[in-house]
């Protein structure tokens, strides 16, 4: 019985990573079917960015990669691998210049693209698209040129559950469509994975629904090894209160840094300089030390009603507030937020993953045919992600992976028996109690779970009895899948959602309990300090459905 | 805090293309501030896992996903505020039912069956 569906390359993921993968592939000439679980370009972190895209054009001042490069791995705490960092930085050039010709309407002054200061970088070197505009921006540009790219068939709310890897090869996979029930094979020569991070698995995030952790999930079932997965970045002055819709919660940064927002405890007392941090007026204090000094705070009593710091525009004046916010200042005013008479409260939230699946500088995976890219893609940013990289990451990883999953379609082997495969891979069928889960609620614990005790500051006892926690949650949960029926099926999509992000969970805190030091986003209460012995990657590999996790050398540009 | 102790009524419209559309009461605790969406998924979490509400970005206006009817106008479940007094949400008129409040917004050209036989 053959497949559903057949083409050269699936791509697993339609953000900026995975629509930039089918554009390159096709490019190529491939046929490529790019498939997400929500809507294309719409559903991942993609659309969610609001500012900074850093890339070394020299336009606002000069600037060279390898200054970029030299940034990068300072922020990343001696934990990049250097040849990813440097591909990231040296390509984030060429492809900002593509998505400019593409008019995606990068922020200019007269005679040049502007470019604004971040966190952590020596010169300007950020583009971003007014006002607040860059991932809709990015998002609708992809879009676009995906729709005029010929050979690629997109398809919206369709999940990828399975890999099928056959003789070591990538082979395609099994997929879901929530909406009808209906669940298909789909045969493709190459496989990319560009369904995103895992910040969703934290109580407090930035994320979209989707970033569960389902990329992870795929490639460590298909065999492929995942790094640095202890390294999740938590981003410092995330919105906490009072309730603010329709706005993006890590809005504040662009404007903290433009007009120098105060950063307060709940004493209104100024304290990052209290940590060791250079901060005031400036707001160059790295991500990983800003949180660490919030929750500090709030540990020692000083944080704010909702627990976390406030953040005050008050000493700026009103008009100065409307030039730099524009139509923003309006949409706080709905929100009942006026800078010019109260703070905001902020407090860390998880943002991005530094950690992920393991590729050469092709992309790809130890699985023949299997590609990654964007977030999902581990190693470029190592222990700490300097601002402004996670945008040029998905355009230049994705990129990448598309164009050499095309160049290397020959030696696959298709399957031998599409049904039989799938349900060999898709494993037990539905126990029929389809009510014997609540995974709405069981994500809620391992949300709590994690922001508790693999969040900001973490230590042996709380990873051991998370890992317990998790192991039997993954018990509890793989004898209650729910019974396949036609029609609308959340409860078995929300099923596959929900073991992917255990699996992911118990990874990240294996992981974590194996990295005995503090470096960068992994900070331990019971190892202060970091252990130049550790300069190392952790790897993770699935055996006997569990995370095994090993020490692994370090790759560094000349080695 | 912004935690207040009263509750808020939202009123659901359940069914699919197959089962007729019946309206169902929620209580649900109010923050002040909150979203009709910020209450659907207090629901799912809470009271029934079977509400049926389609979302993506949850928070930040920018994946379009959550578009209901309130009052007969169209408007985003996620920026729509929880009105103290309560609210009853539609599914959308002008797009084929899927379940509750989840209809099939999904673009002609995205569709899976364009590529099955």
Redesign the interface.
Known sequence: MPTDIQRDILVVGAGAAGMYAAIAAARQGASVLLVDKSLIGRGGATVMAQMTVAAAIGEQAPDHWSKHLEDTLAAGRGLCDETLSAILCREAVDRIRELDAWQVGWARDKDHIRQVMAPGHSVPRCVYVDFLNTGPAVAATLRKQVAHSAGIDRVSGVSITDLVVNDGRVAGACALETDTGRQITIAAKAVVLAAGGLTRLFERNSASANMGGDAYALALKAGAELIDMEFVQFFPIGHLAPRLVGMDPIMWDPFRYKLGGRLLNGDREEFIENYGLSDSGSYTAPRDAASFAILREVQAGRGTPSGGAYLSFEHIPEEDLRTAFGPVIDRLQKNGIDLSRAPVEVSPIAHYHMGGIRVDEQMQTRVKGLYAAGEAVGGASGANRLSGNAIPEAFVFGERAGRFAAKDLDGSTGWPDAKATADLISGPQGCGKNDAIHPVRCLAELQKLLWDRVGLLRDAAGLNQTLDRIRSMRNEIADCKPAHREGFTPGLQEWHDLSASLLVAETVTASALERTESRGAHQRADFEHSDPKQARHLAATLADGRPRITADTLRTIGN | ??TTQYTARITVQRG?A?VPATLQDFEVPY?????VL?ALIWV???VD??L?IR???????????CLVRIDGKTV?A??Y?LPKDGVTVYPLGNKPL??DL?T????P????S???P
């Open positions: 805090m912004n699919t197959a923050r002040n501030g909150m979203s910020d799912r979490s809470n896992p079977s049926a979302y993506s970005c949850t928070n930040a206006n920018s994946c379009k996903e985003y996620c920026t505020r899927v379940a989840v099939d917004i999904i673009p050209k995205e569709k899976l364009n590529l099955l």
